[in-house]
């Protein structure tokens, strides 16, 4: 669809962020692998255990989620230029917008 509404230029800008962004989303999947089984067993045998866990999860997620969003954001620049080279400057607004989505997609995974 964005390549039927901008120019194959814009959408390779917008690829390189995006494929910078989606990148990071791999952490939270194999943070969510490890809890979720003591999430189930607890869900069911023991309440308080369950959301106890549930906050760690959480909490671990917010730890990982913020941190990348700020260096995302804040680096975006240099993140861009080194990978792709200046020609691909215009991404690098595009991967600042991208950056602030990053804390609530983490948290996507938590409460699905």
Do not use: C, H
Not at 5 to 27: E, I
Not at 76 to 91: H, W
């Amino acid at each position: 669809m964005l390549g039927m509404l901008s120019t194959m230029k814009q959408v390779g800008y917008y690829n390189a962020a995006y494929s910078l962004f989606a990148a990071v989303f791999v952490l939270p999947g194999i943070i969510t692998m490890s809890f979720f089984p003591k999430l189930s067993d607890s869900y069911e045998k023991d309440q308080l255990r369950f959301k106890k866990i549930f906050r760690n999860f959480r909490k671990i997620l917010i730890m990982i989620g913020l941190p990348l969003v700020v260096i995302l954001f804040f680096l975006s620049k240099f993140i861009i230029i080194k990978i792709y080279s200046l020609e691909y400057a215009a991404s690098i607004i595009v991967l600042k917008i991208l950056s602030v989505i990053i804390l609530f997609k983490f948290l996507t995974y938590a409460y699905g």
